[in-house]
């Protein structure tokens, strides 16, 4: 069993930056592809980035986030980042990191349902 336990939300202004980090347990960590999700209220869940455990770490970004969102991997510290930059009040929402089984091999790490593990979420909230 993966647990999976998120930090570094909080309140920051339009135009202002975070840095999320999502703590793992268990020792297959670097074998998974990790993902961020996040959910605003009376919204779907939506993918915001993924990191694959292979091919050098491919990352995947949903098109609004591009240029303004970075994922990355730590397999040594067994965490996941997400660098929020130039921050919008749309972006405001609970984010969730997701783990999928070890060796993942599928090929749309986007889809909530390729994930096994979830985290609890921090909120995000930007002001205007």
């Known amino acids: 069993q993966v647990q999976l336990v998120e930090s570094g939300g909080g309140l920051v202004q339009a135009g202002g930056s975070l840095r999320l980090s999502c703590a793992a347990s268990?020792?297959?960590?670097?074998?998974?592809?990790m993902g961020w999700f996040r959910q605003a209220p009376g919204k779907e869940r939506e993918f915001v980035a993924a990191?694959?455990?292979?091919?050098?770490?491919?990352?995947y970004y949903a098109d609004s986030m591009k240029g303004r969102f970075t994922i990355s991997r730590d397999n040594a510290e067994n965490t996941v980042y997400l660098q929020m930059n130039s921050l919008k009040p749309e972006d405001t929402a609970i984010y969730s990191c997701?783990?999928?089984?070890?060796?993942?091999?599928?090929?749309?790490?986007?889809?909530?349902?390729?994930?096994?593990?979830w985290g609890q979420g921090t909120q995000v909230t930007v002001s205007s």
């Open positions: 990191i694959s455990w292979a091919n050098g770490g491919r990352t």
């Open positions: 997701a783990a999928t089984r070890p060796y993942y091999g599928g090929t749309n790490p986007r889809r909530a349902s390729e994930y096994d593990y």
């Open positions: 268990g020792r297959t960590f670097s074998l998974s592809t």
